[in-house]
């Protein structure tokens, strides 16, 4: 019998109260991750605080709880600068990685004409939005479903107004080579968006390092809160953006003979915005950051790699991007299972109902990827930092049950 694997990270686990569940009587396995993860309990104390102490609005009031109230968004806004290693004024709060994206696509005043060049599996949070104001053009898929990101540079042309692309796709946990696109945009004199909803929990990010233009992540999908997000700029790139939404908030001044807006990045939070999610997102950063990202980087590459190496062992099983290197992975893949009379979203329900263990099946809003590859669905399989290797081996031994091996 194998040794057990190491499992450095799994002292989070007494961390996050949801883990405490059980369903008919039998712990969860929680492997959803992708969709939405978990809150440990820094992040839940971080948001009950803001309505025990400190509930009042930002930068409008004059009393002591909206002074303190200014400073937690703010504090929050500063934690998330430094995670990113970005300056405080290049980081927006959204709702999501979506708002991010149509954000830029609405601010680069796109038309009919204008191309934005992507991958085919990039998730519909970052294809409509530049399908719907411009022309996605989008490089094409080898046969198992991982990008040709080489044919980026035969997908420009004159037209071409930004790139855009997720640094980890949601159906496939591969590192995709931004550095290359990155490259290719500064030799074009192009933008370039990283989607980075994602790998940002998974992965250290210094955006100066890698020179991208933005960057979107979303709060729910880092141990946040949902319904905060994060959009980041190049200072010079944000001031160029059109406005997004005007009202109270974003404005200096307004008069009868207009108005001024303030400059970035409060210009684009109009409105009050999400306090209590910028204050619960900032506790997630400091979470991650006291954990260590490469410890947390080291944890998924581990699990991914466990997982895929498990999932060839089942036949029956098809995996999504299953040539990308073992290396190149995080601990989250997609895949279909041949089971007599299951499709894959039957799959992924009768793994909670009979095994406890929680995970996506479906489209994982990637259409386009699944048509292409003719697949009616796929089962996603998706880690984070309290997840261990038993989980994965438990997992693998269900799905090698329902596949009848």
């Known amino acids: 019998m194998s040794a057990p694997l190491p499992e450095p990270l799994a002292h989070t686990r007494a961390d996050f109260p949801l883990l405490e ?34 509930t009042a609005n930002v930068h409008r009031g004059v009393h002591v709880l909206a002074e303190e109230a200014s400073e937690a968004y703010e504090a929050a806004r500063t934690e998330v600068a430094s995670f990113l290693n970005a300056a405080p004024d290049e980081i927006v709060f959204t709702r999501n990685s979506t708002e991010g994206v149509n954000l830029v696509a609405h601010g680069l005043g796109l038309g009919g004409d204008d191309e934005v060049v992507v991958t085919a599996l990039e998730h519909h949070s970052n294809f409509l939005p530049w399908r719907a104001a411009a022309r996605a053009v989008a490089v094409g898929l080898g046969d198992d479903g991982l990008p040709r990101y ?49 790998s940002a929990s998974h992965l250290p990010i210094d955006v100066r390092a890698l020179d991208c233009d933005f ?16 959009l980041y700029g190049k200072r010079e790139r944000l001031a160029g953006l059109a406005l997004y939404q005007t009202g ?34 900032g506790a997630a950063v400091g979470y991650l950051r006291a954990l260590g990202m490469e410890a947390v980087r080291a944890h998924s590459l581990a699990l991914g790699r466990h997982l895929v190496e498990g999932l060839r062992e089942i036949p029956g099983a098809r995996i999504v991007a299953g040539s990308a290197p073992l290396e190149r992975r995080i601990g989250l893949a997609a895949f279909t299972l041949a089971a007599p009379g299951l499709g894959q ?3 992924a329900r009768l793994l909670c109902d009979r095994y406890g263990i929680l995970l996506s099946g479906g489209y994982h809003c990637a259409h386009l990827l699944h048509d292409r590859l003719g697949l009616d669905g796929t089962v996603r399989i998706s880690t984070h930092v309290f997840n261990t290797h038993a989980e994965i081996d438990r997992a693998l031994a269900a799905l090698r049950e329902i596949s009848g091996w």
């Open 215 to 230: 960057l979107v992540l979303s709060g729910h999908k880092l141990l946040g809160p949902s319904g905060i997000g994060v």
């Open 21 to 54: 569940r059980e369903i008919d009587g039998r712990p969860i396995a929680y492997l959803d991750s992708a969709s939405t993860a978990p809150k440990p309990r820094a992040v839940i104390e971080a948001v009950l605080d803001c309505y025990r102490r400190h």
């Open 150 to 198: 080489d044919e980026v540079e035969r997908a420009l042309s004159p037209r071409t107004r930004l790139l855009a692309l997720a640094q980890v796709p949601n159906t496939t946990g591969v590192v995709a080579p931004v550095e290359r696109w990155v490259a290719l945009a500064r030799e074009r004199g192009v933008p370039l968006l990283v989607d980075a909803a994602q």
């Open 248 to 281: 109270g908030g974003m404005v200096r001044r307004h008069t009868d003979e207009g108005f001024t807006p303030h400059e970035v990045p409060q210009r684009f939070e109009a409105g009050t915005p999400n306090i209590e999610g910028a204050v619960g997102l």
């Open 345 to 347: 979203e039957a799959i």
